[in-house]
């Protein structure tokens, strides 16, 4: 991170290797080890709050900045650390600010407009050096992101005829997002390989000895083919983006495929559609209450939901129409549980931007250290705006959780013309 700040904020300047050096120190300083510094409860609030900041985000650059893990992680030990620091008093000089600000003049106006979303549970305003600081991390956040959309590069391989090859090649340029590069015959694709830098072969014949990764299909596509094509790239960049950064290209919402996945942990009788509340409190208790009947969770943990909102505020509400309720599992957490709650009529929280709240889920993790992935998941699955359009559209609880099933796998379903409605 030091050498990507000196190399893109430190404009027009050369620097020193010990200038580098110097940065990282002083970065490090500021991103401590937390693990042990805080309790599970205060870590997901910060996660959660992370998320929701990181939401915000990327509706306004347009840009999904919610699966990359790395901003994730870093952002939210940063935002903890500096939680500490505004408890202790403790200010910090950032001694590239102006310089940042300076290069980074339109995204420093857009953190420091979405900013309240910590300074609001923090409950301090945030100086321009903390501000920074937080920039920073974006701003690399972005670059991996644009590193990360490299479109691939293809050459199609063909032995039937010129014209064929210039046909299929003009079809698949105009079905996915690639740049052909060229066409060639078969048994010369070897040479044409070493003179070019192709990501992917297309051909119609079977290939050997070549190093790129190449799929083969019909000189006339069919619907087998472009689906082939598309679980081919789709491949490709899940591959690709494990190699170059943290940035995880993800056909699925599963933060890690080894990961829990929310319908694993919503027992039977866990998920209520279409359910009356009368306020926000009521609303809670609905959510917490079949986990509570399970023996899941104490009666304790359950209130605790409600007085950490009373206390807080509703920063849970953490994506528009979505509320995550949780409590310290200090409370009595017996085993991982979840429920959602899609609420008959939206219920006010009192959240500024994202009320009124439509779905409420309730988490009970018991080791929250090692369920990051799972809850990082649930809340990527309800910040998709798409998403939460059709599980509202869900008839009933087996189809609402059959949407979420199909969902987490990458299966997004669509709406009919009736359902859309």
């Given at each position: 991170m030091a050498r990507f700040i000196m190399t893109r904020f430190v404009i027009n300047e050369e620097y020193q290797n010990s200038e580098e050096v110097y940065l990282a120190m002083l970065i490090n300083r500021f991103r401590f080890k937390t693990e042990n510094t805080f309790d599970d409860k205060v870590r997901t609030d910060?996660?959660?709050?992370?998320?929701?900041?990181?939401?915000q985000l990327s509706s306004?650059?347009?840009?999904?900045?919610?699966?990359?893990?790395?901003?994730?992680q870093y952002l939210t030990d940063h935002i903890i650390w500096l939680y500490q620091r505004a408890k202790d008093s403790l200010n910090v000089i950032n001694p590239l600010k102006e310089q940042v600000i300076k290069g980074f003049i339109k995204d420093y106006q857009i953190i420091k407009n979405n900013i309240n979303i910590f300074e609001d549970w923090i409950n301090i305003k945030l100086t321009e050096d903390e501000i920074v600081f937080i920039l920073m991390h974006i701003v690399a956040g972005i670059e991996r992101f644009t590193q990360s959309k490299k479109t691939p590069n293809v050459i199609v391989a063909c032995d039937i005829s010129q014209g064929t090859a210039d046909y299929l090649a003009e079809v698949i340029q105009n079905s996915f997002p690639i740049k052909i590069l060229g066409t060639s015959s078969v048994h010369n694709i070897s040479n044409v390989l070493s003179g070019c830098d192709c990501d992917i072969v297309?051909?119609?014949?079977?290939?050997?000895?070549?190093?790129?990764?190449?799929?083969?299909?019909?000189?006339?596509?069919?619907?087998?083919?472009?689906?082939?094509?598309?679980?081919?790239?789709?491949?490709?960049?899940?591959?690709?983006?494990?190699?170059?950064?943290?940035?995880?290209?993800?056909s699925s919402y599963l933060t890690n495929p080894d990961t829990s996945k929310f319908t694993d942990i919503l027992l039977p009788g866990h998920v209520l559609v279409d359910m009356p509340a009368t306020n926000w409190v009521n609303a809670v208790l609905m959510a917490g209450e079949p986990m509570l009947k399970s023996g899941a969770v104490s009666q304790e943990y359950v209130k605790g939901m409600v007085e950490n909102i009373q206390e807080y505020g509703p920063y849970i509400v953490f994506a528009p129409g979505v509320a995550i309720a949780h409590a310290s599992p200090h409370l009595g957490v017996m085993k991982t549980s979840a429920t959602i709650v899609r609420l008959r009529d939206s219920i006010r929280f009192?959240?500024?931007?994202?009320?009124p709240v439509k779905f409420v889920v309730a988490i009970a993790?018991?080791?929250?250290?090692?369920?990051?992935?799972?809850?990082?998941?649930?809340?990527?699955?309800?910040?998709?705006?798409?998403?939460?359009?059709?599980?509202?559209?869900?008839?009933?609880?087996?189809?609402?959780?059959?949407?979420?099933?199909?969902?987490?796998?990458?299966?997004?379903?669509?709406?009919?013309?009736?359902?859309?409605?």
């Open positions: 910060f996660y959660i709050l992370v998320k929701s900041f990181l939401n306004v650059y347009g840009k999904d900045l919610l699966i990359d893990q790395k901003l994730q297309i051909s119609t014949s079977p290939l050997s000895e070549i190093s790129v990764p190449w799929i083969q299909v019909n000189p006339i596509l069919d619907e087998k083919d472009f689906d082939s094509i598309r679980v081919f790239l789709s491949g490709l960049n899940s591959q690709n983006n494990k190699q170059s950064s943290s940035v995880i290209k993800i009192g959240h500024q931007t994202n009320d993790l018991k080791d929250p250290a090692s369920s990051v992935g799972l809850l990082s998941s649930i809340m990527n699955i309800f910040c998709d705006s798409e998403a939460i359009r059709i599980l509202t559209k869900a008839k009933d609880h087996t189809d609402l959780l059959n949407v979420l099933k199909n969902i987490e796998i990458g299966r997004m379903p669509v709406l009919t013309n009736n359902q859309s409605a």
